[in-house]
C-alpha cells in the first residue's frame, strides 16, 4: 500500500520517441494488449522541409473520461495544440468523435500518450502510421512574384521572359545591374523604358570616362517614377551619385534637372517596390573634358589666350605690366614659364605667382615728406613741404609705374617736385615804431632779417630773399669780401661764430663802383647777395622776404609806408642789442637831395629810393637791411623794395635806398647762375 501510494506521488514514466522516416508505424505501449497505467510516451515526427504529415490512426482504444482527463492521446503540429482525446473506435470513424486523420503542412508533429494510475477496465491504446506527403506552396501561399511550380518536397519560382529571378529566389525582376558605360556620351533608360519598368528591381549603372573629363546629364522629359501614398520617393527611387555629390532620391513626374558637372564617374541607383508602377526615366549623357580656369595667377598674361582651357592644355605664363613673375621655389624671378592643365582641372602653377614690381623709397624731399603706404606697383606716393614756411612746387602725387619708377600721376614724368621758400611772412600785427625813432621787433616780425658783419668790422643788416640767398648792399664789402652772417635772431648778445649761416661767397653788382671819379661818394648799384654755403632751415624765425615782381622799375609812390629794420645806431644808443624796427614813407628824391653831406655831393639816380620822415630813419649800421612794403596784391607778404644805402651822418630824417626793383634781373640772373649747391642732386 505505502507503495502504491508512493507511486502515485510520482509524474508518469515518460519518454519520447524519435520518427525521422518519411512514413512509419507506431502504437501504445504493449498494443495490441492493455496498455500500462500512469505513463506518458511522445513520439516526434519529423520530414524533410518542403513535406507535410499525415497521420492516420487505425485503431484506437482509451479509456473514455470527461474531457479524456485521465486517459488520451493529443496532437501537436503546426503551431496548435489539438484537445486530449480518448474513448473508443467501434468500426464507424463517423461516430467517434475524434478524427482519424490530421494533416499538417509544416515537416513536423507531436502525438503524446497520457494514462493515469489505475484503469477500471483493460483498453488496448491506439496503433497509427504516417506518411510524409508533399505541401504544394503554389497553392498554400504563392511565393513566387510571376510562375510557381510545386514539386515533390518544394517549389521552384521562374519568371516571365525578360525578367531574372532576383536572390531570393521568389521575385521576378529585370537584369540591370552592374552595366557599365565607358564612351563620351550615351544613354541610359530605366528597364522597358518608355513603357512600365519591371517590379522589385534593383538597378545599377556606372558610367565611368577617363580621368580629366567631367560628365554632364540630361533628363528627358518624360520621367515617370511611382511615388508613395504620401508622395514621397520611397516606392521606388532614382538616385545618383557622383564623388562626394549626391542626387535623389527622384521620383514623381517632372524630370530633374542637374546642372553640375560631374566627375568622371557617376553611379545610378534605380531601385523598385513590388508594383512596377512607372514609365521610367532616360537620361543622356556627355561629357567635356576638365576645365582649367582662365586665369592661373593674378594678373598673369596667358599665352595662347583662350575663352576656356581643358585639360593637357598648356599655356605660357607671363605677367602683365607691373608685375614679374616669380619662381617661389627657386626664389628667383623668371621671364615666364609653362604651364599645364592637369586632369583635376587645376594648373600646375603653384610655385608661381606675379608680383608686383617694385619701386623702392621714393627720394627724400628738401624740406618735405613722403607719404607711402607701399612702395610697389600703383601704389601713391605724395609729398608734401613743411608748411607753411615752404610750398610745394611742381608734381605731388607719383605712382608707382610698371618700369618700377616712381612718375607723376597720369604722367611719365618723374621730376620731383620742389618744396620753395615762402616769402614775405612775418608775424608782425600793427605794432609799429621807428628804426631811429623806432622800437625792438619781436622773433618772427622780420624772419628775413639778417645781421652782417665783414671781415674788417663793417656792420649792417641783409634780407634773406630764398633758402641759400641774402640781399644786402654793395658797399659793406668795400673793405673785406669776407663776413659772418647771423640770422633768425633779433638778440644779438650771445652770438658766436657757430650760431652763424657760413657764406659761401659775396656778388656785388658789376656796375658800383664806390669811388666812381675818385672823390665824390657813388652808392649808385648798392646792392649785393651773399650766397649762404648750404641752404638755410626755414621756420617761424628764419625765413625769406618776397622780391619785386618783374617789371617794378618805376619810383616809388611817394607816401607808401613800409618797415626798416636794423642793428644800426638809435637815438640812445649806437648799437642796440635788439632789432629795431620803424615804418617809414617813401618820400620825394628832393627830400633826400636837400639834407646835408657835409660839403660832399652824392650822385642821385632813379635807381634809388627816398624814404623816411623827420624823427624816424635808418642809420649808420643799418645799411645793407631792407625796406619791406606790403604786397598791394598779397596784402600777407612783404616785398623787399629797398636796401639802406645812405644817408647823411646826422641820422633821423631821411635816408636813400637802393631801387631793388630794379636790379630783378641781376639778381634773379646772379642766384640762378651761382644757384647750385654741391649736395644737391640736379634736377631736370
Ligand atoms: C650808414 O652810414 C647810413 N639815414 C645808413 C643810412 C643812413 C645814413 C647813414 C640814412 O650806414
Not at 72 to 97: M, R
Request: hydrophobic share 30%; with cysteine; proline share 6%.
Amino acid at each position: 500500500m505505502w507503495l502504491s501510494l508512493f507511486l502515485l506521488l510520482l509524474p508518469p514514466a515518460s519518454s519520447t520517441i524519435s520518427l525521422r522516416d518519411l512514413q512509419g508505424r507506431f502504437a501504445t505501449p504493449d498494443y495490441p494488449q492493455g496498455y500500462p497505467n500512469d505513463m506518458s510516451q511522445t513520439w516526434e515526427i519529423k520530414v524533410p522541409s518542403g513535406y507535410g504529415i499525415q497521420l492516420s490512426f487505425t485503431y484506437i482504444d482509451i479509456e473514455p473520461s470527461a474531457n479524456c482527463a485521465y486517459d488520451n492521446v493529443q496532437i501537436q503540429a503546426d503551431e496548435a495544440l489539438y484537445p486530449p482525446s480518448c474513448g473508443s473506435w467501434t468500426g464507424d470513424w463517423k461516430k467517434f468523435h475524434f478524427p482519424r486523420e490530421y494533416h499538417t503542412s509544416g515537416n513536423w508533429m507531436r502525438v503524446t500518450f497520457r494514462s493515469d494510475f489505475s484503469n477500471e477496465e483493460r483498453y488496448t491504446g491506439f496503433s497509427a502510421y504516417y506518411t510524409a506527403v508533399d505541401v504544394n506552396e503554389c497553392e498554400e501561399s504563392n511565393p513566387c512574384s510571376h510562375f510557381c511550380n510545386n514539386h515533390i518536397g518544394g517549389f521552384l519560382c521562374t519568371c516571365r521572359p525578360g525578367y531574372v529571378l532576383q536572390e531570393n529566389q521568389r521575385l521576378c525582376g529585370v537584369r540591370c545591374s552592374g552595366e557599365i558605360f565607358t564612351r563620351f556620351k550615351g544613354l541610359i533608360t530605366s528597364p522597358n523604358y518608355p513603357e512600365h519598368y519591371a517590379e522589385n528591381s534593383k538597378c545599377h549603372y556606372t558610367i565611368r570616362i577617363e580621368q580629366g573629363f567631367q560628365i554632364m546629364l540630361n533628363f528627358t522629359s518624360h520621367f515617370n517614377i511611382e511615388r508613395d501614398a504620401f508622395g514621397q520617393c520611397t516606392a521606388d527611387v532614382l538616385k545618383i551619385t557622383s564623388g562626394q555629390k549626391e542626387y535623389g532620391p527622384f521620383c514623381g513626374n517632372r524630370a530633374p534637372v542637374i546642372r553640375d558637372h560631374l566627375s568622371n564617374v557617376v553611379e545610378i541607383h534605380f531601385s523598385t517596390n513590388g508594383e512596377g508602377e512607372g514609365t521610367g526615366w532616360k537620361i543622356m549623357y556627355s561629357s567635356t573634358a576638365k576645365q582649367c580656369p582662365v586665369e592661373i595667377l593674378e594678373h598673369n598674361v596667358l599665352q595662347p589666350k583662350n575663352s576656356d582651357y581643358d585639360y593637357k592644355d598648356s599655356v605660357r605664363v607671363r605677367c602683365e605690366s607691373g608685375y614679374e613673375l616669380h619662381d617661389n621655389v627657386r626664389n628667383q624671378y623668371i621671364d615666364s614659364a609653362m604651364v599645364h592643365c592637369q586632369k583635376d582641372g587645376t594648373w600646375n602653377s603653384s610655385w608661381y605667382s606675379c608680383r608686383p614690381v617694385d619701386c623702392g623709397n621714393p627720394m627724400a624731399l628738401r624740406n618735405g615728406k613722403r607719404n607711402v603706404t607701399s612702395t610697389v606697383y600703383q601704389f601713391l606716393n605724395t609729398y608734401s613741404c613743411d608748411e607753411p614756411y615752404y610750398k610745394l612746387e611742381g608734381n605731388a602725387i607719383f605712382e608707382c609705374a610698371a618700369t618700377a619708377d616712381w612718375v607723376a600721376v597720369g604722367t611719365s614724368d618723374g621730376t620731383l617736385p620742389n618744396c620753395k621758400p615762402v616769402c614775405g611772412r612775418t608775424a608782425i600785427s600793427d605794432d609799429t615804431g621807428r628804426v631811429f625813432g623806432g622800437k625792438p621787433a619781436r622773433l618772427g616780425y622780420f624772419p628775413w632779417q639778417v645781421r652782417l658783419r665783414t671781415y674788417d668790422g663793417k656792420v649792417g643788416g641783409g634780407a634773406l630773399v630764398s633758402d641759400g640767398w641774402i640781399l644786402t648792399a654793395a658797399h659793406l664789402f668795400d673793405g673785406s669780401r669776407q663776413t659772418t652772417v647771423h640770422g633768425g635772431i633779433v638778440n644779438l648778445q650771445g652770438l658766436s661764430p657757430e650760431k652763424a649761416l657760413p657764406v659761401e661767397d659775396a656778388f656785388l653788382h658789376p656796375n658800383y663802383r664806390p669811388q666812381a671819379d675818385g672823390s665824390e661818394p657813388n652808392f649808385e648799384h648798392d646792392v649785393a647777395l651773399v650766397k649762404l654755403r648750404a641752404r638755410a632751415k626755414l621756420g617761424a624765425n628764419l625765413s625769406p622776404v618776397c622780391l619785386p615782381a618783374a617789371g617794378e622799375t618805376s619810383p616809388l609812390r611817394a607816401g607808401r609806408l613800409g618797415y626798416i629794420t636794423g642793428w644800426g645806431k638809435t637815438e640812445v644808443r649806437d648799437r642796440p642789442i635788439f632789432l629795431q624796427y620803424a615804418e617809414v614813407p617813401v618820400v620825394g628824391m628832393d627830400k633826400c637831395r636837400g639834407l646835408d653831406y657835409r660839403g660832399k655831393r652824392p650822385r642821385f639816380t632813379d635807381n634809388m629810393v627816398c624814404a623816411g620822415q623827420p624823427g624816424t630813419d635808418s642809420c649808420q649800421g643799418d645799411s645793407g637791411g631792407p625796406f619791406v612794403l606790403r604786397d598791394l596784391r598779397h596784402p600777407s607778404r612783404h616785398v623787399v623794395r629797398g636796401i639802406v644805402s645812405f644817408g647823411p651822418q646826422q641820422c633821423g630824417s631821411y635816408g636813400v635806398y637802393t631801387h631793388v626793383g630794379r636790379y630783378l634781373a641781376w639778381i634773379v640772373k646772379t642766384m640762378r647762375e651761382h644757384g647750385s649747391w654741391e649736395d644737391e642732386e640736379t634736377r631736370a
